[in-house]
């Protein structure tokens, strides 16, 4: 029976969720023993050295989201079997601390990015930048695009008549890119006076000139909470960071059967396709523009929505991530 060490900073983490927590059934159903590990954050060296015992236990270990120093990830390497390397941002960079701020490009994150793709047999990244970045020092990369599960949403239960509902949803630190549509949104608000902005989060923004809904992020109910909006927005500037994020707020729109506007960056672009299942916004008129056409006609939100729903069912499907992602580690386990 092959043993499995998924390690990561922050379990409970989204992406670490996602990514991680998804195969953790499915690895178990397959025969695999597996164990879902904090790594603490400093502590370099020790950290691993501390842990020998459980790189020997295991057949493969995934390492989240984690960068190593070089003699660091030369120790892991001679400790353990077979190790992957998974990310889904762009963590060779840091993310801006401010709007219109470029990413912080530091020599020695580049390092630890280029050590720990070294140190692993294969790297899985979730967007074609992460991996074209990783391709650099990593042996093998394999694209396994973050995905979602359908059927723990259902189609948006709001009707075609009424107050239309802008839905954004996120963490803290990525409010400041709801800055980027708040002038859209003042002059829609204007002309729409009844039209709300959702945010799903644990904090808000507060924009008096628009009105903003307020509702407590929860894994238990930011389902529903996306199925009684009507249109989902993901606002990104263009740099580094950006350009590796894995657009999963849009899939889940999509999965909730919300058509999507959005920022043409990154993995967006393919998320989704314009005029299909959503629309690209560059600058505040084009979002003004393009958030009204969606907001005035409920037959396109409902033509958009469908295209979407399919859309994300076709090409993010959670089955086939999880059966891609196991044979990898498969692989890697009998290599």
Request: one cysteine or more.
């Amino acid at each position: 029976m092959p043993n499995a060490v998924l390690l990561g900073y922050d379990l409970d983490q989204p992406s670490f969720r996602h990514r991680m927590r998804s195969l953790v059934r499915p690895l178990e159903g397959a025969g695999w023993s597996v164990r879902m590990e904090r790594f603490p954050s400093g502590r370099y060296g020790l950290r691993t050295w501390e842990r020998r015992e459980l790189w020997r236990w295991a057949q493969v270990v995934v390492l989240h989201q984690i960068k190593l120093s070089a003699i660091e990830a030369r120790l892991l390497a001679a400790l353990s079997n077979r190790r992957v390397f998974d990310l889904d941002d762009a963590i060779y960079v840091r993310k801006p601390r401010r709007l219109g701020e470029p990413a912080d490009d530091s020599l020695w994150r580049r390092r630890k990015f280029a050590a720990t793709c070294r140190a692993v047999d294969a790297v899985a990244a979730g967007n074609e930048v992460l991996a074209s970045a990783a391709r650099v020092s990593a042996r093998a990369v394999e694209v396994l695009p973050t995905s979602i599960d359908v059927s723990g949403y259902r189609p948006s239960a709001a009707g075609v008549d009424g107050p239309v509902t802008i839905v954004w949803i996120g963490s803290p630190e990525n409010l400041m890119y709801l800055e980027m549509i708040r002038p859209a949104m003042a002059r829609l608000t204007i002309r729409h006076p009844e039209l709300k902005l959702r945010v799903i989060c644990s904090a808000f923004p507060n924009w008096p000139e628009v009105n903003v809904e307020r509702v407590l992020w929860s894994e238990a109910t930011e389902a529903s909470s996306l199925a009684a909006g009507h249109i989902g927005v993901m606002p990104l500037s263009d740099d580094a960071w950006a350009r590796g994020k894995c657009a999963f707020k849009l899939l889940q729109y999509m999965a909730a059967s919300l058509p999507c506007v959005t920022s043409p960056i990154g993995a967006n672009t393919e998320a989704v396709i314009d005029g299909i299942n959503g629309f690209h916004a560059v600058g505040s008129l084009e979002w003004e523009r393009n958030l009204e056409r969606l907001v005035v006609s409920a037959p396109l939100r409902a033509r958009l929505g469908a295209n979407g729903h399919a859309h994300v069912a076709k090409r993010y499907s959670i089955r086939t991530y999880q059966t891609q992602y196991l044979a990898l580690l498969a692989r890697l386990a009998v290599a």
